[in-house]
Each structure stands twice: as C-alpha cells, then as structure tokens.
DNA sequence: ATGCGGACCTGTTAGC
DNA sequence: TGCTAACAGGTCCGCA
C-alpha cells in the first residue's frame, strides 16, 4: 500500500489480513465492487480515475498506485487512483448490510426500476429531476453525463421538480435509461481524457452525445442553440425548446 | 425528512 | 512561455 489516504482511509491491518486468503469471487451493486474473500469482503469504489488491473509480476508502482494484491499465481492485482476518489474498506459480515450499499436504489438495468418506482418515489420531492435521477438512493449508476442524455433523449426539463413529473413522462425516463446506459455499456463506456476499460481500449459513447459537452451548439432535434447551467455544481446541458 | 452546498483530489485546460 | 485559476467527476457529509 502506498497511498492510505484514498476517499476513507485505506485500512492498515489488509497488509495483515489478506495474505492467505482466497477470492471466491466478484460482485457488483452501484459502483461499488465487491470481492469475496474467505473472512469477509473486499470493498472497492474507482471514483472516476481509478483502475483495478492485473499488471506485469514486478513492475514498479507508481505516483498513483495504492494498493497491490499479490496472487499465488504470481499474478498482482493493482488498484490505481490518480484522484484519490475511489475507496478500499474491508467489510466482515452481510456486505449488504453495510451503511455505503444498505441504503442504494436499484440497478437502473434491473426490473425493479421501472416508471412506478421512480413516481412514488418522487411524489413531494422538489428536487430537480436531475439530482433526483443521480441520487444513488434512488437510483444506482446514473452520473452527469448520463444524466444529461436520458433527460435531452426523454424530453424532460432537467430543472423540473422530479415530484411534478407525470408517470406517463416516467415511462420515457426508465426506457431511455435502460438505452443509454445500455448503449454506453456495448461501446465500452465514455473516454472525455484518458478513461480505458479493462480491454486497454478507450469507449466509444462519446460519439453518441447529443447533448453533454455541446452547450452552444445546434440540439440534434430542433438545432435551437442547447443550453448549460450549473445544477449542483455539475454541468447541466439541456435543450430549452425540446426538453419541458 | 428534504434539499442544498461543501468537501475530497489532481491532471488538464483556459485565461492572463 | 510561465503561472494561476477554474474545471471535471462520484458520493458522502453536515447544516439549515
């Protein structure tokens, strides 16, 4: 370990912990990673730098790797994080029943979210529907850039207050989740810099964007100019004509 | 309970 | 050209 100061202290005692330990497996809820080992669960958040990967047996650590897995095989599972967002923690007992996972919305892919879910749910919720969709307690996995696509391709105003929104207009939010985030996950995610997924290869959604990044310029429907704002000090891209 | 703003961190980029 | 400030992102936390 290198760098214990990840989002949360990374815990000292895993140097003492893990050795001789099998991983039985891999899980995941949200953006949180999950490995089963014998005594308990390993507990791993990228942020939105970070990478886990088998790396070369004896290549050297750098500026920002913070923690390396050493398999029997030989084989090292590095842990990198040039911002530091993500996290490490060791979890003993129902992994699920831990405070970060106990209290997450569904799986946005799953079938428990569906247009009723997220109208009961926001039914009094003045919040804009925007934050309310990046909420990980109400719904898992949906960041900004993704947030600012399901909205432009559904219509619906990113400032509108979510508990004002018609459950017919729901219907279109959760099926352009699904395709978004669908989309996204074939093209191998979305590369704004440096961004790779586990194959090396950058992803290719960012071709697709209609509208995140592109304030200024023509809406791909109606070519009125698209508008930006700062919602929660995250960059919201909207069309003022198409999206109501 | 809800909603808002602040905090974390650092590589990149825009602006002087 | 060099330096500084702003920005991006996910998510938790604290305060009103």
Known sequence: MRQPALRWPVPAALADLLPGQYIHGGQRR?????????????????????????????????????????LDDGGVLRFTDPRRFGAVLWLTGDPFAHPLLRDLG?????????????????RGRRVPVKSFLMDSHVVVGIGNIYAN?????????????????????????????????????RQGGTTLRDFVGGDGKPGYFRQQLQVYG????PCKKCGRLLQEVRL?????????????
Do not use: N, W
């Open 149 to 185: 696509e399901i909205l432009f391709l559904s219509g619906v105003h990113p400032l509108r207050a979510a508990g004002r929104i018609a459950r017919s207009r729901y219907e279109s939010v959760v099926a352009m989740a699904r395709a978004v985030l669908g989309a996204a996950i």
């Open 30 to 70: 949200g953006k949180y990673l999950l490995l089963a080992l014998d005594d308990g669960h390993l507990l791993l958040h990228l942020g939105m730098s970070g990478s886990l990967r088998m790396v070369a047996p004896g290549q050297a650590a750098g500026l920002h790797d913070h923690l390396d897995l050493l």
């Open 214 to 217: 592109r304030a200024g310029e």
């Open 106 to 122: 569904p799986e946005p892919l799953s079938e428990s979210f569906d247009a009723d879910y997220l109208y009961h749910r926001s």
């Open 232 to 244: 929660g000090q995250r960059t919201t891209v909207y069309c003022a004509s198409c999206q109501r």
